[in-house]
């Protein structure tokens, strides 16, 4: 029982008060700042590596979805390819610009407002690869580019799927370092994925690739020997 004392009739206890705490010192602020910009430091490699990778798997998810589309055209089609389209990319009833978007029941790519309009950032689709930060010219915006050796000169010719000997290694699509949305091997963008860029292939897969695979950078070139990267067939 605490002591108390008798006043005025009452009883008044005597109860011990606990100091206030403490605040941090300026040291031990110091010490806190530092270790948060050490682990922000040693985190922001990791999170940009991750968000990295992150873009280079949903452009290759775009690309498997081109791929998919290109196999379900040609199984409705007489095992035809979708023509190439105009390279300049202002074809409206054909091309594959126009018949694989509507083979995944999507809009053509004449149906998209921020093809020609330089102030509106595209969201994110199949259309886009988010590792490039190229927007329209004002004109078009094709971040993947067809191959324009598969169906042979002109924008008019289809070829059938299974006349292709080797679909495995003949370039479709792959990562437009250009602007036309038909072209050959000196389109491939030479420094997109860690150095490099990625293809789509006739039977479907993708896959990236070093520049140093595809392109002759003595010459400013597009290379046609790496066997695994065949642009005519």
């Known amino acids: 029982m605490p002591r108390s004392l008798q006043s ?14 403490e605040g941090f010192t300026l040291l031990e602020l110091l010490v806190v700042v530092t270790l948060i910009t050490t682990l922000a430091a040693l985190l922001l490699p990791a999170l940009t590596q991750a968000r990295r990778r992150a873009n280079d798997v949903a ?4 690309l498997r979805q ?20 105009s390279p300049n990319g202002l074809s409206t009833a054909e091309g594959w610009y126009i018949d ?5 029941g999507l809009p053509t790519y004449p149906d998209l407002p921020w093809r020609t309009n330089a102030s509106l950032p595209p969201p994110r689709s199949i259309w886009i690869c988010p590792t490039t930060t190229r927007r329209s010219n004002g004109k078009n915006l094709f971040h993947y580019c067809l191959n324009e050796h598969i169906n ?7 070829r059938p799927l299974a006349s292709v000997p080797y ?3 003949a370039v479709w699509l792959f ?3 250009k602007l036309a949305p038909v072209a050959q091997q000196n389109n491939v963008h030479t420094n997109l994925h860690l150095g490099g860029a990625q293809f789509l292939f006739l039977d479907g897969h993708t896959a990236r690739f070093q520049a140093s695979a595809y392109w002759d950078f003595a010459r400013n070139r597009g290379k046609t020997n790496n066997p695994e990267l065949q642009w005519q067939q």
Do not use: F, I, M
């Open 8 to 21: 005025c009739g009452h009883t008044r206890a005597y109860t011990h008060r606990a100091a206030p705490p």
């Open 59 to 62: 452009c290759l998810c775009n």
């Open 66 to 85: 081109w791929g998919v589309a290109t196999a379900t055209y040609a199984s409705e089609n007489d095992d035809l390819l979708p023509k190439d389209g």
């Open 100 to 104: 694989l978007p509507r083979t995944l």
């Open 152 to 158: 042979g000169a002109g924008s008019g010719q289809q």
């Open 167 to 169: 679909p495995a290694a």
């Open 175 to 177: 990562d437009n370092g």
